[in-house]
């Protein structure tokens, strides 16, 4: 059985927090961080980071459920945002169905993985978007593990400005 190694999670966190800030605002030239978060564990240490990074005024989260996300969810993502104490107007709540639908109205008829891709996308065009729109950079919630496995979506998930998360294990 192969155990990872320990991490200083404190010095971790510092770390990634400190390399975030220098590329958002100094190499990057922008002034936010864009977050997606899910309600999962990844994007809310995600967030975490964004704002010891950044500061609660320079992070935008956006909650982006389709009808089969569960409530539960929803209701954990907006717990994150909370305790985190996103400004009011820094976080926002947008319904991904009526673009998947037109997608698929479109295209025709999608299986059940063509529709889980399209939402991945959907998504990151929107986050894209809220980027642009605040002069920030997509911060992405994509693990080591999930990159090693190749389990995020091209151009969905895995189509973020920055990962700072991406050298960690889900376990770490």
């Not at 002034?31 to 564990?41: F, L, N, Q, W």
């Not at 945002?81 to 008829?109: A, K, N, Q, Y």
């Not at 593990?145 to 091209?154: M, Q, R």
């Not at 998930?157 to 770490?172: A, F, M, S």
Request: hydrophobic share 40%; net charge positive.
């Amino acid at each position: 059985m192969n155990i990872l190694p320990p991490i200083n999670a404190r010095r971790v966190a510092d770390y990634i927090a400190r390399r975030l800030r220098w590329y958002i605002l100094e190499y990057a030239k922008k002034e936010a961080g864009i977050v997606g978060v899910s309600g999962g564990v990844d994007s809310a240490v995600t967030a975490y980071l964004t704002v010891k990074a950044l500061g609660p005024e320079r992070v935008y989260c956006y909650i982006l459920p389709s009808k089969a996300t569960p409530k539960e969810d929803v209701e954990d993502a907006l717990e994150v945002i909370r305790r985190l104490r996103i400004p009011r107007g820094h976080w926002e709540i947008i319904g991904i169905d009526e673009v998947v639908e037109t997608f698929e109205r479109i295209l025709g008829r999608m299986t059940r993985i063509e529709r889980g891709n399209v939402k991945a996308r959907v998504r990151m065009i929107i986050l894209h978007q809220r980027a642009y729109r605040h002069n920030g950079l997509v911060v992405g919630t994509g693990d080591k593990s999930e990159l090693l496995l190749g389990y995020f979506t091209k151009y969905g998930d895995g189509g973020v400005d920055v990962l700072p998360i991406g050298g960690l294990y889900k376990t770490h």
